[in-house]
């Protein structure tokens, strides 16, 4: 089965991790620090907060960000659940905004209506988390915009866009957002078995998200209420969690980040492969936006009911038994029985389930050799023309 994402595991890898294994630091040591300087480097922006997952880093970029009980946070639905769980975890209340069928981003006009609806309730967000869908980046500058005009925070959900570009700008600059949250998760970019960083270019952010990340703990006398009582004093200053990542992990990463650039050019090559070659066969192919450099996490084409006499569930299965590990991006968030029990329905957000009811992944990964690109086309053109 050729799978639709896979990590590249090379002997650089495991040897930056067998050193990380041998020095005198297994967590909390000096790669944490060398890894979010490389990627906060890498991005051109000030601070990178490095943590277990990516989930971790929405978690406390959203407390950074001051959401709490009874705040209001959108995002879209065409995302993975913790996107939106996140603001959950602090008691906020979550809606959505739908999002456009091409791009399969967050839709511009869309959230103008939202917003302009929402004046008239009063029920404004205190954050917007746009989703960077299959690595390519949301329209951010009038979105951020837009945001700021009515006093909402932005925070970039970008764990599918490490690598990717908008406006000249890396992904991870935060040039229109309070925080942007990488992952890497093993399906993802770049990997560090679990792991996720929060960039922001706000040093009071960065602080705080510092501070969540090891239990609300500060060592740092600069940062202390009263005087140290010695070498060993520390002082709690909130109420954090334990969402460090390792040194083993964070060498991991560093060097990974050294192929970032290859790995993502080479899944832009494979997808303009893809886009030639299913030109004019009858299927949806995943938006472009000028200005944008996407990162092509994922390759996600729309499967039109019926084309070649298939509806796209029996597309799927077809091309899993022929051998290819296609998956489906996403079950809209709201459709999910946890968010249907808040009150969500079908049909709220169309574009969203129009998206998923047609989405099928395709392999997308660095390491797809040209032999195994060849045959995922031939399987789907087959397929498309109904000769399969
Ligand atoms: C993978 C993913 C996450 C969560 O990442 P973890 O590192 O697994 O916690 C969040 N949002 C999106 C869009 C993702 O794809």
Redesign the pocket.
């Known amino acids: 089965m050729i799978p639709y994402g896979r990590q590249d595991i090379t002997q650089d890898d495991v040897d930056a991790v067998i050193s990380a294994l041998r020095s005198d630091f297994i967590t909390q040591g000096p790669a944490i620090e060398g890894f979010e300087k490389a990627l906060s480097g890498y991005c051109g922006v000030g601070h990178g907060i490095a943590v ?7 978690h406390i970029a959203y407390e950074a960000l001051d959401v709490g009980p009874g705040d209001l946070v959108w995002t879209v639905p065409n ?5 939106a769980n996140a603001a959950r975890f602090l008691g906020a209340e979550v809606d959505f905004v739908d999002i456009d069928l091409n791009t399969r981003n967050m839709s511009l006009p869309a959230l103008e209506l939202k917003f302009a609806a929402a004046v008239k309730t009063g029920r404004l967000p205190k954050l917007v988390t746009p ?3 299959a690595g390519l980046s949301c329209d951010m500058k009038p979105i951020a915009e837009l945001c700021r005009s009515y006093g909402a925070k932005v925070v970039e ?1 970008a ?2 866009a490490v690598g990717g570009a908008y406006r000249g700008h890396k992904v991870g600059s935060c040039d229109y957002s309070d925080v942007t ?1 990488f ?3 093993p ?2 970019i770049v990997t560090t078995g ?3 960083m929060a960039m922001a270019a706000d040093a009071g952010i960065a602080e705080r998200m510092a501070l969540l990340r090891t239990h609300g703990i500060t060592r740092n006398p600069g940062w202390m209420r009263g005087e140290s009582e010695g070498p060993w004093y520390y002082e709690m200053l909130d109420l954090g969690y334990n969402y460090r990542i390792t040194d083993i992990q964070a060498a991991l990463g560093t060097s990974q980040l050294k192929r970032l650039d290859h790995y993502v050019a080479r899944r832009n090559a494979i997808a303009d492969v893809y886009d030639a070659a299913f030109s004019d066969c009858g299927i949806g192919l995943p938006g472009r936006m000028d200005g944008a450099y996407s990162a092509f ?1 994922l390759y996600t084409v729309h499967w039109p009911d019926g084309l070649g006499g298939h509806s796209r569930r029996s597309a799927f299965a077809a091309m899993r038994a022929l051998g290819i590990g296609v998956n489906v ?2 079950i809209p968030v709201h459709r999910l029985p946890y968010y249907a029990d808040l009150g969500f329905r079908a049909g709220q957000f169309p574009n969203a389930e129009a998206h998923y009811q047609q989405a099928i992944s395709l392999p997308m990964f660095p390491t797809l050799t040209d032999d195994e690109l060849s045959r995922v086309i031939k399987v789907v053109i087959a397929l498309a023309e109904g000769r399969g």
């Open positions: 277990c997952n990516a989930t971790a880093a929405l995302t993975f659940a913790a996107t989703v960077h869908f959900d764990s599918h949250v992952s890497f998760h399906v993802k679990e792991g996720g996490h991006h996403y």
